[in-house]
Nanobody, 115 residues
Framework: EVQVVESGGGLVQAGGSLRLSCAAS????????IGWFRQAPGKEREGVSS???????YYRDSVKGRFTLSRDNAKNTVYLQMNGLKPEDTAVYYC?????????RGQGTQVTVSS
């Protein structure tokens, strides 16, 4: 059974940092994509960042230069380092694992940035 679990959210002041973790277990093979999404109250879900099995990364424009993805293949864990956080980054952050045409979603972790 594939499971995706996020952790690392919390409350931080503007300009602060958080590191989110996405641990994926039960994946049948290593060729998968991990994507981070977020949804703020009253807003649509949006893609934040993704990392592919070959190491390629994607970042939405508003987080470029502030957020960094890294991957620990031995632990099947992806980390989203978020620096220079802004109040507009406040949202529930979700992690997806896309593998074999299927998407597995985590339960989300709340990130709140105070001004």
């Amino acid at each position: 059974e594939v499971q995706v679990v996020e952790s690392g959210g919390g409350l931080v002041q503007a300009g602060g940092s958080l590191r989110l973790s996405c641990a994926a277990s039960g994946l049948p093979y290593d060729d998968y994509v991990i994507g981070w999404f977020r949804q703020a109250p009253g807003k649509e879900r949006e893609g934040v960042s993704s990392i592919f099995s070959d190491g390629r990364t994607y970042y939405r424009d508003s987080v470029k230069g502030r957020f960094t993805l890294s991957r620990d293949n031995a632990k099947n864990t992806v980390y989203l380092q978020m620096n220079g956080l802004k109040p507009e980054d406040t949202a529930v952050y979700y992690c997806n694992a896309d593998i074999g045409g299927l998407t597995y979603r985590g339960q989300g972790t709340q990130v709140t940035v105070s001004s």
